[in-house]
């Protein structure tokens, strides 16, 4: 095998990045097909993870009962958040589309299980955190696989982990990392729906690049790097 990327396979790749969409409102009711999920599922569990400790497990939901409980933990998550915002925001925020736990194919909760292996995990005695990290690693595999499979994914975090892991009887030392809805879209917006709402839009590379120190943004042979990347078309 060629271990290189031929250009085709590099705008492949870029496609899914710049392509991928986080989908709330269109999903249809086609089911998945068992094969694909299964390389969606696959290409998530071939995520890097510290010391190889593989911490995520995948529980697939398709009961409607059990979507609708997850639903009503989403309904008051929401009306106790916007509680932290006050008008015009508020209402702003709850106009948005949120969700998509019952009108998805199917809802894939991905948890993350520190006892896996034993105490002992490479790498993640000095920062506890790196086991989450991996479990975030491989949620993004699952995202941009799906979007290749011309699947579409939600990540709903307003949620309570402790109502969720009653519902779904996850033991107490697993914690609900995400719950992603997953199904077949009618489209893929071309922007965040946050941005298409006015709600926040996409900075700029140039201001999230900082040089050798922390916010220090002042390097012109960098700056325009980024500049050239940034109006280079083949992978944007
Ligand atoms: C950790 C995490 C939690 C998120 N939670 C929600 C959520 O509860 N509801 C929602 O509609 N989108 C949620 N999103 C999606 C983001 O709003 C979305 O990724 C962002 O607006 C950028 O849009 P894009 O993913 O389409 O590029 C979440 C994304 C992440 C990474």
Redesign the pocket.
């Given at each position: 095998m060629n271990d290189d990327f031929s250009p085709e396979e590099k705008n492949g790749f870029y496609k899914a990045v710049f392509s991928?969409?986080?989908v709330?409102s269109h999903f249809t009711s086609e089911p998945i097909d068992e094969k694909v999920l299964s390389r969606i599922l696959n290409a998530a569990h071939h995520a890097p993870s510290v010391g190889f400790s593989q911490p995520w497990n995948f529980i697939l939901i398709k009961d409607k009962d059990t979507r609708k409980k997850v639903k009503e933990s989403f309904d008051k998550e929401r009306i106790r958040s916007s509680n932290l915002i006050d008008d015009p925001k508020r209402s702003k925020y709850l106009s948005l589309r949120?969700?998509g736990i019952l009108d998805s194919a199917v809802n894939v909760c991905v948890t993350y299980d520190p006892s896996k292996f034993g105490p002992f995990v490479i790498g993640r005695s000095s920062i506890p955190e790196t086991g989450i990290y991996s479990v975030c690693c491989a949620i993004q595999n699952l995202w941009l696989a799906a979007r290749t499979e011309e699947i579409g994914v939600?990540?709903?975090?307003?949620l309570s982990n402790d109502e969720l892991k009653k519902i779904l009887e996850i033991p107490e030392h697993v914690v609900p990392v995400?719950y992603l809805c997953l199904g077949h879209v009618t489209k893929f917006a071309e922007k965040?729906?946050?941005e298409t709402a006015g709600w926040l839009s996409r900075l700029d590379l140039k201001d999230v690049v900082y040089y050798e120190k922390w916010n220090s943004s002042d390097d012109p042979q960098w700056r325009q790097i980024h500049e050239m990347i940034v109006s280079n078309l083949d992978y944007a």
């Open positions: 991928r969409r986080d709330r949120l969700e939600g990540w709903v975090s307003i995400a965040p729906d946050l």
